[in-house]
């Protein structure tokens, strides 16, 4: 049966079954995996899976209730496709490493993965199912001069440790271990007595503009820094907008979802991902840029990003890890004098509070009242406020420079071990570790061989790291490591050694 045309539908989704599922299971774990990616069912153009499942009725069923067809790829098609959460029992079973994420993907070409693969929850037996979401970029969407990109553009850290249940040490995720402290955590708690009246953020907006030495008008408070990506792709209409890469790729997703055609700039590495100003087009009137830049770990000077500032450009620079930086050198924060700067501060990474989501953006008074105007109604909750007053107060500013201290010097061990790892024979024989940079945030890039294999052999080995390849220019054998303290970096060496000589050997 030939796929939907409807340009409505820009979904497909994926799902691996075991024989005999039934198609209510199907049905159940499609609408999770759609309510998951803040999409109904008719936005789904098909379901997708492997030839040897083309006859399964629960299957056929769950298509027929969504009134889509079902799509089938061969398992060598699908065994090409590089899937985020691979299953040796699948491939040894099916040929592929996820029929799921792998259909998925095979069925939207040059698209993206929303939603990476997920099991049915059937209580009081083993999951029968699996399904995975993604969407197709349309032309009006994407880059055409990039047509061939696969890059999943929302895949993030915490899908490495979702799921799967294992006892994993935490890498992959960029937010400071052992956080909120507990001074914070009692400041946010007593919040919750204030629950009955609506938020109100005058406060908290004057201690961050204090901070940064501004006035309140422009600061903007924000659902985590990522809202500011939403609020700006929806406040502006860039005619050239451009995102450096590689870098965190929400900037460029929210800019796709709002239909702006978004060019790129990709540092090369052997440059040290190091951005040179003459890289970005005269004619760009939108540009982001990451400092220090997740996942490279690299600081831009701040010389070179001001230099990119000219009327009629909007920059946006996300200083999400800036705090993490000791001094917070090229910091742009305080910068007043920039026409069309927005700069972008999180909460989240060194205070633990990603689940609490506090960000906030800094721009002049004009375009803080334009991103005002495209954001909901108190979209910060008070909890969040209460975070947002207590972190720039100065017994927080001093924590946050003493951690920022503390992480650089794990950061160096972390180097220095794996330096040590490269000089021994099994790990030269192996192809060795090079380390982007030099890094100076929260985490190390590196580059290994058999990037993908290596990043299951550490899972297996108890570590997760985050992938490389869903970074535009990156490829499978870059993976980010987050800087923890002594004892785990020094833990993880030995696994990163273990895991390189399996593959040698």
């Given at each position: 049966?030939?796929?939907?045309?409807?340009?409505?539908?820009?979904?497909?989704?994926?799902?691996?079954?075991?024989?005999?599922?039934?198609?209510?299971?199907?049905?159940?774990?499609?609408?999770?995996?759609?309510?998951?990616?803040?999409?109904?069912?008719?936005?789904?153009?098909?379901?997708?899976?492997?030839?040897?499942?083309?006859?399964?009725?629960?299957?056929?069923?769950?298509?027929?209730?969504?009134?889509?067809?079902?799509?089938?790829h061969s398992s060598e098609a699908l065994a090409a496709i590089v899937v985020p959460n691979p299953s040796e029992a699948s491939r040894a079973a099916l040929g592929t490493a996820s029929v799921a994420?792998?259909?998925?993907?095979?069925?939207?070409?040059?698209?993206?993965?929303?939603?990476?693969?997920?099991?049915?929850?059937?209580?009081?037996?083993?999951?029968?199912?699996?399904?995975?979401?993604?969407?197709?970029?349309?032309?009006?969407?994407?880059?055409?001069?990039?047509?061939?990109?696969?890059?999943?553009?929302?895949?993030?850290?915490?899908?490495?440790?979702?799921?799967?249940?294992?006892?994993?040490?935490?890498?992959?995720?960029?937010?400071?271990?052992?956080?909120?402290?507990?001074?914070?955590?009692?400041?946010?708690?007593?919040?919750?007595?204030?629950?009955?009246?609506?938020?109100?953020?005058?406060?908290?907006?004057?201690?961050?503009?204090?901070?940064?030495?501004?006035?309140?008008?422009?600061?903007?408070?924000?659902?985590?820094?990522?809202?500011?990506?939403?609020l700006l792709a929806r406040a502006f209409a860039p005619r050239h907008a451009v995102v450096v890469h590689p870098q965190f790729t929400e900037p460029e997703a929210a800019l796709r979802d709002a239909?702006?055609?978004?060019?790129?700039?990709?540092?090369?590495?052997?440059?040290?991902?190091?951005?040179?100003?003459?890289?970005?087009?005269?004619?760009?009137?939108?540009?982001?840029?990451?400092?220090?830049?997740?996942?490279?770990?690299?600081?831009?000077?701040?010389?070179?990003?001001?230099?990119?500032?000219?009327?009629?450009?909007?920059?946006?620079?996300?200083?999400?890890?800036?705090?993490?930086?000791?001094?917070?050198?090229?910091?742009?924060?305080?910068?007043?004098?920039?026409?069309?700067?927005?700069?972008?501060?999180?909460?989240?990474?060194?205070?633990?509070?990603?689940?609490?989501?506090?960000?906030?953006?800094?721009?002049?008074?004009?375009?803080?009242?334009?991103?005002?105007?495209?954001?909901?109604?108190?979209?910060?909750?008070?909890?969040?406020?209460?975070?947002?007053?207590?972190?720039?107060?100065?017994?927080?500013?001093?924590?946050?420079?003493?951690?920022?201290?503390?992480?650089?010097?794990?950061?160096?061990?972390?180097?220095?071990?794996?330096?040590?790892?490269?000089?021994?024979?099994?790990?030269?024989?192996?192809?060795?570790?090079?380390?982007?940079?030099?890094?100076?945030?929260?985490?190390?890039?590196?580059?290994?061989?058999?990037?993908?294999?290596?990043?299951?052999?550490?899972?297996?080995?108890?570590?997760?790291?985050?992938?490389?390849?869903?970074?535009?220019?990156?490829?499978?054998?870059?993976?980010?490591?987050?800087?923890?303290?002594?004892?785990?970096?020094?833990?993880?060496?030995?696994?990163?050694?273990?895991?390189?000589?399996?593959?040698?050997?």
């Amino acid at each position: 049966m030939t796929p939907r045309a409807d340009p409505r539908r820009t979904l497909v989704v994926g799902v691996g079954a075991a024989r005999g599922v039934s198609a209510d299971e199907v049905h159940a774990l499609v609408l999770s995996a759609l309510a998951e990616a803040g999409r109904t069912p008719d936005a789904v153009a098909v379901l997708a899976t492997v030839d040897a499942k083309a006859g399964e009725p629960g299957l056929l069923g769950a298509a027929e209730r969504l009134g889509v067809p079902l799509l089938t790829h061969s398992s060598e098609a699908l065994a090409a496709i590089v899937v985020p959460n691979p299953s040796e029992a699948s491939r040894a079973a099916l040929g592929t490493a996820s029929v799921a994420e792998a259909a998925a993907l095979a069925s939207a070409p040059g698209g993206e993965l929303l939603v990476p693969k997920r099991r049915s929850a059937p209580f009081g037996r083993a999951s029968m199912a699996t399904a995975a979401v993604a969407r197709r970029i349309t032309t009006t969407s994407r880059n055409r001069t990039d047509p061939m990109d696969t890059h999943d553009l929302r895949h993030h850290g915490d899908a490495e440790v979702r799921d799967d249940g294992a006892k994993l040490t935490d890498l992959a995720v960029n937010v400071r271990a052992d956080t909120p402290p507990s001074w914070l955590r009692e400041r946010i708690a007593d919040s919750i007595g204030s629950l009955a009246a609506y938020p109100d953020g005058r406060a908290a907006r004057e201690a961050v503009a204090a901070r940064h030495g501004r006035p309140p008008g422009q600061v903007l408070l924000t659902s985590g820094a990522a809202e500011a990506f939403v609020l700006l792709a929806r406040a502006f209409a860039p005619r050239h907008a451009v995102v450096v890469h590689p870098q965190f790729t929400e900037p460029e997703a929210a800019l796709r979802d709002a239909g702006h055609a978004v060019h790129r700039v990709v540092l090369r590495v052997e440059d040290g991902f190091r951005l040179d100003a003459a890289a970005v087009p005269d004619e760009a009137d939108f540009v982001v840029v990451g400092n220090p830049t997740n996942p490279t770990s690299v600081l831009h000077p701040a010389g070179a990003l001001a230099r990119l500032a000219r009327p009629g450009r909007t920059l946006v620079v996300d200083e999400a890890f800036m705090d993490a930086v000791p001094g917070e050198r090229e910091s742009l924060a305080s910068r007043r004098d920039l026409p069309g700067l927005v700069v972008l501060r999180s909460l989240t990474k060194t205070w633990g509070l990603a689940g609490l989501r506090i960000g906030y953006a800094l721009a002049g008074a004009e375009t803080v009242a334009a991103l005002e105007r495209a954001q909901p109604l108190w979209p910060v909750s008070t909890p969040a406020l209460t975070a947002a007053l207590a972190c720039c107060e100065p017994r927080a500013l001093a924590h946050a420079e003493a951690a920022a201290h503390r992480i650089a010097a794990d950061r160096a061990h972390l180097l220095i071990r794996i330096a040590g790892l490269n000089d021994t024979a099994e790990a030269a024989d192996a192809g060795g570790v090079r380390v982007a940079g030099p890094a100076a945030g929260p985490f190390v890039l590196l580059r290994v061989t058999d990037g993908l294999g290596v990043r299951e052999r550490l899972r297996a080995l108890g570590f997760a790291v985050r992938r490389g390849d869903t970074f535009p220019g990156l490829g499978p054998d870059w993976l980010r490591v987050a800087v923890r303290d002594r004892d785990t970096g020094d833990r993880f060496v030995t696994a990163l050694g273990e895991a390189l000589t399996a593959r040698s050997g």
